[in-house]
């Protein structure tokens, strides 16, 4: 970084740019603030000079007309208005487009779930594993971070990485970053939260590759200060093995592997699904619960889009239930991610007119999923559902399935 | 009628408002505009002083990381109560309803408001809302700051009805001076009196009135929404019963951001007032100033969420929100500008509500161009919810409400009471509330470049000695406050007569007495000229205005 930058940087106090936007986002801050504090300084200057230049030095008559004052001409004014205007509109592109590269993470990115909830941080690793308080994340690698909250608005802040996103109960938003430089960064919650907010602060723990697929390999570690979270982990399992029954998920999903009406719950999560449209994605929270409440935005390859949503059926406790379940058959042996999901040939086939039962008539079409996007429209979309709407009633698929000679 | 005279005149007029009639029922149930103006003067200045007691104390605990006054949980009200007493009670209603009630029909050379008991019933119904708020303050102790994001404001245990249904039945009363207003200004204008020919005050005063009847209807519905969502779990906001909480940030601050105007455009009227009556010329551009209002007003309507870069809204709506942001800066731009040019060449008479007006320039400025910077959406990702976000709207909205409050309080004092303040007291007054402010945000600014999120009952040691001048700040703020209220009580009582035109304005409403009798003019006016023609001399203005 240049000295300048460096000096400006001490000068407003920003805590050292420890991230790869960090940098440019501190370039473009450091443009715009002194900029505008220049222009600030010169018009208040302006405005005293004139006062002691122009100031009345003889008292005036009840009488005494004097001559009217000078209008500035036209198009100084719009001149003027017309550079406003146009620096303001470039520090605008700058920044959105900055804006835009926060909100779309790499391909590559390493996921990490983060649950907040009254007053603390749960950081879920893809391999299963969790930590209280404390983000483990490599140097040098884009982390994407999947937030949510179980209770009220928090809002996950690193400020030596310029980076904050709020964390929304029913919803799932996102935000990534390149960690630049190894060592421990505070996260604060930025979004008051209640009596405690103030106490529900974290760090970011940048390791070297070395030490991270180090830390990786410790479960003992990593797991310390997990506290209670592993047994609320384990009644979740429970309870989404029975919102699962409940609801008539096991009619369709398997739990062992076998192929069925919908792709089998073992070894699902974290597994790499390809879609009807030829694209591909992760099983991760984020796709499990968008699958849930719009089963036809992305269906998988080899099944017929027959879902119905069940937006307005489970509510959030029960969808987080049932990922839990379903994060828990991962690792459940009988099928290799690649293969499942794939129904075999003597798999019952329905013939459903399309859209007569995943998306009845009538129904409002689901948002589209726009490109580039996808972190956030398509997170939000289970939020977005959840006011429940007029849709076809679970007993029509069950019917459906009975005339199809389901079991 | 034979008017008792309690007051020597110096000339044959009819007792003035103050005098007009007597006992306290003549005042309880008046329906002048020039009472009604004083009745909420008292009411806001009372709320003023409350807002700014809460203010000092949460300061005060924050010297320190650790406790030192107060629990986590009455920080929390603090800071709650600070902000719902200090927008709603005080700074909304503040320059609209006490110089806006007062100045706007004299300015427009009318008797009164178009509707004098709807007049009498906003102060009345303002009244009610801001007991009851009260009342729900100290008996519940609301704890959800003043923004009451769900589902946080569903889920608190306190109590949070009656304050939500409080700030309803205060918006009632907003929308009903909104509307007074607007007729007056299409339907009581005096002779002459176009469009073009409108004091600046009162275009600004329209451009707000047009905000409140539009925006205060949704703040009002929504609170009550959140109150019912508390109440009976109605799942409108709250994701636990179905609802969504980003829809609810998205109808808060579709009132709330335009609010921020309802408290800046008369505030940049007032300005609009001091500054060619003290410089002695016209305006450099009334059109700038009139159409930027109107611009302000309507474009405010369009920048709501840029309150919400972080709040998981899609990328598209941000960058539309910034740009709008963007689009009322220039407006508020425009007026900045005029104001400065309007000082060349002019004819200055440095005195205190000009020293309002330098305190307000620079406040306003470097806050403004702050604004420009969280507009850019990147920026804001770092600032949003920090203390640079608190310095920022405390400098543009606060400081620029405050002090052209301040500026008006001075500049109208001969008008409305006939008397003059100690310009000594007020110059030293205008110029430490200047120095205790920058002193509280300045550091603010700064703690939130640091990472310090806003709202924080303990925070890391190495940001204290930032706290320990922004509360040092606020001390200063306070006792200059104090200073210029009192400068202004004790001139009520002792301040020298005022002759009716001290400032040798040339605005309508130094056309009649100071202070003005009940009818405000003798004899309507006409008007022939523009609001600003320095170029004339006092007795000419006089002698167009009253011919015959």
Known sequence: MQPIDEWLRKLLLLPPAASSMARPIDRLHFSVISVTMLGATLLVLMGGYYCVRYRRRRPRGPSETRPAAPTPPLWAELGLVGFLFTLFVAWWAVGFKQYIGLAQAPRDALDVYVTAKQWMWKFSYPDGSQTIDELFVPVGRPVRLILTSRDVIHSLYVPSFRLKQDAVPGRYTSLWFTATALGRQPIYCAEYCGTDHSRMSGSVVVLSAEDYSRWLAQPGTRRAGEGNAGTRDAELRTEGERVAARHGCLRCHTVDGSPHLGPSFAGLYGADIPLANAEHVTADVAYLTESMMDPALKVHAGFEPVMPSYAGYLNPPEVSALVEFIKSLKDVPGQSAREHGVPAASAVTLPPPAGSIGRPPGEPLALPSEPGHASEQGFAAPGRELMPLPRAPRETLEQKLGDGGAP | ?548
């Open chain 2, 1 to 548: 009628m034979i008017a008792v005279k309690l007051e020597p005149e110096p000339m044959a007029l009819p007792p003035d408002y103050l005098h007009a009639k007597q006992g306290p029922m003549s005042w309880l149930t008046t329906t002048d505009h020039k009472r009604i103006a004083l009745m909420f003067y008292g009411a806001v200045l009372v709320m003023f002083l409350l807002g700014g007691v809460f203010a000092l104390l949460f300061r005060t605990e924050l010297l320190s990381p650790r406790r030192d006054i107060m629990d986590a949980t009455t920080y929390n009200k603090l800071f709650t109560w600070h902000g719902i007493v200090m927008v709603w009670l005080f700074l909304i209603p503040s320059i609209p309803n006490i110089f806006g009630n007062f100045i706007l029909p004299l300015q427009l050379g009318a008797r009164d408001l178009a509707f004098p008991r709807l007049n009498l019933a906003s102060f009345y119904v303002y009244l009610v809302g801001a007991t009851i708020v009260l009342s729900g303050l100290f008996a519940g102790g609301t704890d959800t700051g003043w923004t009451f994001y769900m589902p946080y404001s569903e889920n608190t245990p306190v109590t949070l009805f009656p304050v939500v249904f409080g700030i309803f039945v205060v918006g009632i009363s907003s929308i009903f001076t909104g509307l007074n207003f607007i007729a007056t200004v299409h339907m009581l204008r005096a002779e002459g009196m176009t469009w073009r020919r409108l004091p600046l005050f009162t275009w600004s005063i329209y451009a707000t009135s047009i905000i409140l009847v539009l925006a205060t209807p949704v703040l009002g519905l929504s609170l009550i929404l959140v109150g019912l969502d508390h109440v009976f779990h109605l799942g409108v906001f709250d994701p636990a019963t179905g609802g969504d909480p980003v829809l609810f940030q998205h109808l808060f601050w579709f009132y709330s951001h335009p609010a921020v105007y309802i408290m800046i455009l008369p505030a940049m009227g007032v300005i609009s007032e001091v500054v060619p009556t003290f410089a002695h010329r016209r305006p450099s551009s009334y059109a700038a100033i009139a159409l930027s209002s109107l611009g302000i007003a309507f474009g405010g309507f369009l920048a709501w969420g840029h309150h919400m870069f972080v709040a998981g809204i899609s990328t598209l709506d941000a960058g539309v929100f910034g740009i709008f942001s963007m689009f009322v800066a220039v407006f508020s731009a425009i007026k900045v500008f005029t104001w400065v040019a309007t000082l060349y060449r002019g004819d200055i008479v440095f005195s205190t509500p000009l020293l309002y007006f330098f305190g307000f320039l620079f406040l306003f400025v470097f806050g403004g161009m702050t604004g420009v910077a969280v507009a850019t959406q990147s920026l804001d990702v770092h600032w949003h919810d920090t203390y640079f976000i608190v310095a920022h709207f405390h400098f543009i909205m606060v400081g620029g409400s405050l002090t052209s409050f301040l500026a008006a309080a001075h500049y109208w004092f001969p008008k409305m009471f006939g008397r003059l303040y100690s310009e000594r007291v007020g110059l030293l007054a205008a110029s430490l509330v200047f120095m205790g402010f920058v002193l509280t945000f300045l550091p603010q600014f700064l703690l939130g470049n640091a990472g310090m999120p806003r709202r924080y009952y303990s925070y890391p040691a190495e940001y204290q000695w930032l706290h320990v001048l922004s509360t040092g700040g606020s001390y200063l703020l306070g006792s200059a406050v104090l200073l210029a209220l009192g400068n202004l009580a004790l001139a009520l009582a002792y301040g020298a007569r005022s002759e009716q035109n001290p400032w040798e304005a040339r605005t309508f409403e130094w056309l009649s007495p100071s202070p003005p009798p009940e009818h405000n003019f003798e004899s309507p006016p006409v008007i022939d000229r523009e609001p600003y023609a320095f170029d004339l001399s006092e007795e000419q203005i006089r002698a167009r205005a009253f011919p015959g």
